[in-house]
T-cell receptor, first 116, second 108 residues
Framework: NAGVTQTPKFQVLKTGQSMTLQCAQD?????MSWYRQDPGMGLRLIHY???????DQGEVPNGYNVSRSTTEDFPLRLLSAAPSQTSVYFC???????????????FGEGSRLTVL | DAKTTQPPSMDCAEGRAANLPCNHS???????VYWYRQIHSQGPQYIIH???NNETNEMASLIITEDRKSSTLILPHATLRDTAVYYC?????????FGQGTRLTINP
């Protein structure tokens, strides 16, 4: 199993450009989420999904869109990048919310985004 | 979601037990306590979780007070590789919200 795979690992954008961070998991997890981590800070939840076709906002959703058309994939879209979105982005997946292991998140290696 | 309070940093000698405290005084009866750690800039790693009973696995032990308002993560024999930021999280219905965590430094 590859676990949670994030691409790209590094990206540099100019202000106003758009891009999509890809996240795929091969563990058949129903729950997926995106976090961002700024230097010296903890992780902040952007968006999450409890299953295909269902998404919801986290703590800092502004400037980001998500969709969940399949169980495996949960892409994060930046429609018009801003320097404030310079950060490390982590995707995570977990078991269904009814499971006793619902809070055991499996994280990807992160995507480092710089917006100039 | 219940808030958690952790000391910003702690030190521990290699080979000793590291005891990391967490306060969660507003925890609800059906909310679990989760612990994660993040080594350098890697993705966080799940350690352990519990509801009301003490829990132990191959990585650590989790002690939850009887009133569930606080907990302690115990690394029984800390090694240099345990140097990391440790996050205590009270899980709400559908999401895990990370706080600032405790930066644990294991000293040789």
């Amino acid at each position: 199993n590859a676990g949670v795979t994030q691409t790209p690992k590094f990206q540099v954008l100019k202000t106003g450009q758009s891009m999509t961070l890809q996240c795929a998991q091969d563990m058949n997890h129903e729950y997926m989420s995106w976090y961002r981590q700024d230097p010296g800070m903890g992780l902040r939840l952007i968006h999450y999904s409890v299953g295909a076709g269902i998404t919801d906002q986290g703590e800092v959703p502004n400037g980001y869109n998500v969709s969940r058309s399949t169980t495996e994939d949960f892409p994060l879209r930046l429609l018009s990048a801003a320097p404030s979105q310079t950060s490390v982005y982590f995707c995570a997946s977990s078991y269904s919310q009814g499971s006793k292991r619902a809070g055991e998140l499996f994280f990807g290696e992160g995507s480092r985004l710089t917006v100039l | 979601d219940a808030k958690t309070t952790q000391p910003p940093s702690m030190d521990c000698a290699e080979g000793r037990a590291a005891n990391l405290p967490c306060n969660h005084s507003t925890i609800s009866g059906n909310e679990y306590v989760y612990w994660y750690r993040q080594i350098h800039s890697q993705g966080p790693q799940y350690i352990i979780h519990g509801l009301k009973n003490n829990e132990t696995n191959e990585m650590a032990s989790l002690i939850i007070t009887e009133d569930r308002k606080s907990s302690t993560l115990i690394l029984p024999h800390a090694t240099l590789r345990d140097t990391a930021v440790y996050y205590c999280i009270v899980k709400g219905a559908q999401k895990l919200v990370f706080g600032q965590g405790t930066r644990l430094t294991i000293n040789p």
